[in-house]
């Protein structure tokens, strides 16, 4: 683990990812507690293309990142003619710019990965009146969320002396108190807030599997210990926010380090799916010191990008093979599986339902229950395939396709 001069860290008390209120914002990737839950006012009991109206859309260029929302705007990102990467913030009730930003980064991804294009990624987050951002080419910008102002900016490879990650940086930020969380740098890296200084980076493995990190990292208290679990391409990892200390960790199989979802945890335990590897549950204990993980199952069935929703101690699951699955957590047998569907899903849940964006641009309302499959609705908000993570805030749904978002309500 390398470490660098820095404050003192501070301990962490009521971490501000636990945004339990109502009326918490879409302020980063999966929603206020990044796990793809919402409160608020109750949804539809079914959906079809009347029960959405378009408030309006804007055409913007390609980006896999999902939106968040910054009190009155919506920020989303661009990558423009291959060259440079744009933040836009977006007047919610209009879709009027009420600021931009541009910098030079673009990169291209490996040739196997080309078919999917090379443009940014990472889910910025919102802290305040900060936004955190996400180049391709390993960096972080602090934005004032009200004008764009740039407050600071890390280029990881210049900081840390790592090299440039083949995928670029995929990994959506975390926030947590006066630090921020991030994937880069070859490895797991805390940062000052307030002025972007590094405080430590641990899991450096020196960019091995291409050095890109896929899965965002997910704070939970496991066991009475608070950590964040950090999946990189190659393991799933427990560590201590305040050292970086690495309380467990454990490889996970998957096809060229496709190690893509957030881990899931329920029930003391953590859930994960790879592309080639499968399902796995592991138990935790990190006072454990001889045998802190261990695998608890292990199932055939794949996921790949989607992160799964856990509802009633069911696993929830966009398969490789585009099929949808109920996975139930006690055993690791399936409930049921449905026939394919399109390549990728971004789903978000509120009870016992679940709204499932596909990449063919068609919104899916799903009633979760291990007896079978309950589709209770469909509508299509998207004519482009919709690969970023649909963003819920109240009674709005916000759609990203790769020509543009489009802002939707409830009716």
Not at 121 to 135: I, L, N
Request: with cysteine; net charge negative.
């Amino acid at each position: 683990m390398l470490l660098l001069p820095a404050a003192a860290a501070l301990s962490v008390a009521k971490p501000l990812w636990a945004a339990t209120a109502a009326d918490a914002p879409w302020h980063q990737w999966r929603g206020p507690n990044r796990d793809g839950f919402v409160a608020g006012a109750a949804w539809p009991d079914g959906l079809d293309q009347s029960r959405l109206e378009r408030l309006w859309r804007v055409d913007l260029g390609p980006s896999y990142s999902g939106p968040v929302v910054a009190g009155d705007l919506v920020i989303v990102t661009e990558t423009r003619d291959a060259k440079t990467e744009h933040v836009r913030a977006l007047d919610r009730a209009t879709g009027q710019e009420r600021w931009h930003v541009e910098w030079e980064g673009a990169m291209s991804v490996p040739f196997f990965a080309a078919s999917n294009g090379s443009w940014i990624r990472s889910t910025p987050c919102v802290d305040g009146d900060r936004v955190y951002v996400a180049g391709m080419r390993d960096m972080l910008v602090c934005l004032e969320a009200a004008t764009g102002k740039e407050l600071w900016r890390v280029d990881f490879m210049k900081a840390l002396e790592s090299p440039l990650p083949a995928f670029g940086f995929v990994s959506s930020p975390l926030v947590i108190d006066d630090h921020v969380y991030v994937q880069a740098g070859s490895g797991f890296v805390k940062l000052e807030k307030a002025t972007g200084n590094v405080v430590w980076r641990t899991l450096d493995d020196g960019g091995g599997m291409m050095g890109s990190a896929f899965s965002s990292p997910y704070p939970a208290t496991i066991g009475g210990v608070f950590q964040i679990l950090v999946q990189t391409r190659e393991q799933l990892a427990g560590i201590d926010p305040e050292n970086g200390t690495v309380l467990w960790k454990t490889p996970v199989e998957a096809f060229r380090g496709m190690n893509i979802v957030t881990p899931t945890v329920h029930d003391g335990h953590v859930f994960t799916t790879s592309y080639g590897g499968g399902s796995f549950l592991f138990a935790v204990d990190a006072a454990n010191t001889q045998k802190p993980v261990e695998q608890v199952w292990r199932n055939k069935i794949q996921g790949y990008m989607s992160t799964p929703i856990v509802i009633g101690g069911h696993a929830y699951v966009h398969l490789r093979n585009q099929r949808f699955a109920c996975l139930d957590l006690a055993t690791g047998k399936e409930a049921w599986i449905t026939k394919p569907f399109g390549r990728y899903w971004s789903m978000v849940a509120q009870g016992d339902r679940i709204l499932a964006l596909d990449e063919t641009g068609e919104v899916r309302l799903i009633r979760a229950t291990p007896q079978q499959f309950e589709l209770l609705g469909e509508a299509k908000v998207a004519a482009e395939e919709s690969w970023a993570h649909l963003a819920i805030e109240g009674q709005e749904l916000y759609v990203r396709d790769l020509e543009g978002l489009s802002a939707y309500r409830w009716k």
